[in-house]
């Protein structure tokens, strides 16, 4: 089992940042590639970024990229996003995921991951 909890949303204003954080603990994540995701009111769940097991490839969707960074710290089982430029299409809440198996690069798919965060809500004004 592998446990997620994120941090680091809040309110902010458009343009500006926030850095989301994801500690995983139970069974490692430093072999799994993992994901960001995000819900917004009255729409289903999307991808947003993911990131490779050795962090040497990351995928972004479109909708972010060039303003989304996805990072990681295997040492210290950590998984980071950090949001610039943000918009008010941005604010929903933001899960962090990973998937079952381990030795894979970036992961796209909803279906791919077996673990969820209980997500961290993001709400920018404009």
């Known amino acids: 089992q592998v446990q997620l909890v994120e941090s680091g949303g809040g309110l902010v204003q458009a343009g500006g940042s926030l850095r989301l954080s994801c500690a995983a603990s139970g069974r490692t994540i430093s072999t799994r590639a993992m994901g960001w995701f995000r819900q917004a009111p009255g729409k289903e769940r999307e991808f947003v970024a993911g990131i490779s097991w050795s962090a040497d490839s990351t995928y972004y969707a479109d909708s972010v990229k060039g303003r989304f960074t996805m990072s990681r710290d295997n040492a210290k089982n950590m998984v980071y996003l950090q949001m610039n430029s943000l918009k008010p299409e941005d604010t929903a809440v933001y899960y962090c995921?990973?998937?079952?198996?381990?030795?894979?690069?970036?992961?796209?798919?909803?279906?791919?991951?077996?673990?969820w965060g209980q997500g961290t809500q993001v709400t920018v004004s404009s």
């Open positions: 995921a990973a998937p079952d198996v381990v030795g894979t690069r970036t992961l796209r798919r909803e279906y791919e991951y077996k673990y």
